[in-house]
T-cell receptor, first 114, second 115 residues
Framework: DTEVTQTPKHLVMGMTNKKSLKCEQH?????MYWYKQKAKKPPELMFV???????INESVPSRFSPECPNSSLLNLHLHALQPEDSALYLC?????????????FGQGTRLTVV | AQSVTQPDIHITVSEGASLELRCNYS??????LFWYVQSPGQGLQLLLK??????LVQGIKGFEAEFKRSQSSFNLRKPSVHWSDAAEYFC?????????????FGSGTKLNVKP
């Protein structure tokens, strides 16, 4: 199984809502990532989890709150978002160890903030 | 600092024609290099990767790429383009940390295929 599964595929939320994005992989990868991708732009790294611990936060606003409950799951909790946060949110995973490994990406969640 | 440059924002080729997408990287050590493809509204699919060894690497869907250290390039090629190849293509470098890789992406090249 080389899949990264993201749910939901689409999400529309108001600026006062609280919602969560979910990501799951069963490849035994211990590094998991959240990327944000605006239209016509490359993916931008938001967070990296390694062995269920937050390793990198790329100065992401606190209205985005990541969580890694176990080695297979990665969540992104959303609260009080702004319309400019509308984007495609991509989850990825890779083997740990900084070695010869690629990132496997999910299909993304298309988020619209109204 | 590591960076990836894709000089071509848009490329249009005719179906059946050959294709080359350019990628230049900046990285202090031996790079791990990747090409990903993205269809509209979809995630990224890995086309091919280079870690070491043979500088010409083969990927899926008939794509290949050549690593040229002297030119800091990793260009993607396909001998005959199909209409289904129309998509956005991203070159990426994996910057190695002790416990994971940080993946840095170029700005992408959008490929249009003319019938």
């Amino acid at each position: 199984d080389t899949e990264v599964t993201q749910t939901p595929k689409h999400l529309v939320m108001g600026m006062t809502n609280k919602k969560s994005l979910k990501c799951e992989q069963h490849m035994g990868h211990r590094a998991m990532y959240w990327y944000k991708q605006k239209a016509k732009k490359p993916p931008e790294l938001m967070f990296v989890y390694s062995y269920e611990k937050l390793s990198i936060n790329e100065s992401v606003p606190s209205r985005f709150s990541p969580e890694c409950p176990n080695s297979s799951l990665l969540n992104l909790h959303l609260h009080a978002l702004q319309p400019e946060d509308s984007a495609l949110y991509l989850c990825a995973s890779s083997q740990e160890g900084g070695g010869k490994t690629e990132a496997f990406f999910g299909q993304g969640t298309r988020l619209t903030v109204v | 600092a590591q960076s990836v440059t894709q000089p071509d924002i848009h490329i249009t080729v005719s179906e059946g024609a050959s294709l080359e997408l350019r990628c230049n990287y900046s990285y202090g050590a031996t790079p791990y290099l990747f090409w990903y493809v993205q269809s509209p509204g979809q995630g990224l699919q890995l086309l091919l990767k280079y870690f070491s060894g043979d500088t010409l690497v083969q990927g899926i869907k008939g794509f290949e790429a050549e690593f040229k250290r002297s030119q800091s390039s990793f260009n993607l090629r396909k001998p005959s383009v199909h209409w289904s190849d129309a998509a956005e293509y991203f070159c990426a470098v994996g910057a190695r940390d002790q416990v994971f890789n940080k993946f840095y992406f170029g700005s992408g090249t959008k490929l249009n295929v003319k019938p």
